[in-house]
C-alpha cells in the first residue's frame, strides 16, 4: 500500500487503520507500502521509505517500486491498488480489488464519498454531488471519474505504461491514459473510499481543490445582486493517492512508509 501524504499526521491513523482492517479481510495477505513522513506511520506498522521531493506522483511511483520489490512476484501475478492518506477505505476493499484482479481485469477505476466536514457547506456539496453523480444510473454506473484514492492496476500494466509520472498534481489521470486502449478495465462504483471533505488541500490542485472551487463559486455568486443561496446551490463546476502491491502466494511484508514530499 504506497500513501502519497504531506502534512496529514491527523488523518493518517485513521487511513492506515482503515487498510488494516481490509488487510485482514482479504483472501490473500498483501504487501503493504506508504508514502509520508511521520513517525505515526511506523506506529502503525508502516515501513519508511524517505524521499526528498514533494510530488505526489514520484512518491507514489517510489512506493510501488519498493512494493513490487518486497513482493517478490512475477509483474502479471501482482495487483497494486492505491488510496490516499486522508482517505478510509471500506473493509472489503482490497477483497473488491482482488475479486476484479482474479477475473482478469487490468485495471480497476473506483469513485469516492466525501466525509463531512464544516467547511463543505450545502453550497458546495450540492454541486459537487451533481457533477461527481451525473448520469449514474443505479448499481451498474460505468462512471467517467479517475480517482488516485481508488484506482487498482495489474503490475505488468503498470510497468508498460512506464508507472505513475514524476508530477506534482494528476498522476492518477496521466498513468490511467498511458495503458494502451487494449487495457482490460472496469469502472464500478460498488465500493468507495471515504475521502476528507476539507476545502484546503494539501496539493494545490488536489482532489480538496474542487469543493473549495465550488465554495467560491458559491461566495461569488451570493454576493451578486440579486443572487441567493438557491442559485449557488445549483451551480456546477468541472474539475476535478497509499497503493497495494498484491502478491498471488500469501507472504507477507511489512509496510513500507515513503516521504517526505
Known sequence: MAVPAHDEAASLPAALDSIHRARNLAPLPPCTVVVAAYAT????????????????????????????????????????????????VPPDWLAHHLCHALRG???LLGTVRIAPHPSLVPPVRAPHDAHCFAGRDGPGWVHPHVHGANLGIRADTHLRAGGFPAVPYGEDHAFVAAPPSTTR????DACPVTASGRTAPRAPHGFGAFPRALGELAEDVETEPGSSRRAARTSGTTGVRPAVAWPASPARASPVFVGPW
Open 41 to 88: 506511520a511506523a506506529r502503525h506498522g508502516a515501513n519508511v521509505v524517505e524521499v526528498s521531493h514533494r510530488m505526489a506522483g514520484a512518491s507514489r511511483a517510489a512506493a510501488v517500486a519498493r512494493a513490487l520489490r518486497t513482493c517478490g512476484t512475477r509483474p502479471e501475478e501482482t495487483w497494486i491498488a492505491t488510496t490516499d492518506a486522508d482517505c478510509r
Open 185 to 188: 478495465a472496469r469502472r464500478t
Open 105 to 107: 481485469r487490468q485495471r
